[in-house]
């Protein structure tokens, strides 16, 4: 299943981890690790942050992507569920059946 990650770094111990001469490296481990489709580096309500594309085939693979930042960048990491437009054309049949049931 294909998520959204939004992870946020609060400015400490953000400041001192970006001044690590080894932070690009840590930072491409870590992607290649959690096997990051995209990487979109931005500001999260003020703090340094980025959004990560994942694709993980079970649940129990959610702390693969968090803890690394967790650990190391003092991050919050929340999930959005996403789908592709292959994705949501596959679900037809489930919106279809929800409208039926549901819509008016």
């Known amino acids: ?8 770094f609060p400015n ?15 930072m491409k481990q870590i992607l290649e690790e959690v096997k990051a489709e995209a990487a979109y ?3 999260i309500d003020g703090c340094r942050g ?4 994942v694709n993980l085939t079970d649940n ?3 702390p693969l992507v968090a803890e690394p930042f967790f650990l ?5 990491v929340e999930y959005f569920p996403v789908m592709t437009p292959q994705d949501l054309n596959s679900a037809t049949a489930y919106i279809d059946a929800a409208s039926r049931k549901w819509g008016n």
């Open 1 to 8: 299943m294909r998520f959204i990650a939004k992870i946020k």
């Open 12 to 26: 400490e111990p953000g400041n001192d981890r970006i001044k690590d001469p080894e932070f690009g490296i840590k």
């Open 41 to 43: 580096f931005t500001t």
């Open 50 to 53: 980025v959004y990560l594309v």
């Open 60 to 62: 129990n693979q959610l």
């Open 72 to 76: 190391w960048l003092n991050a919050t």
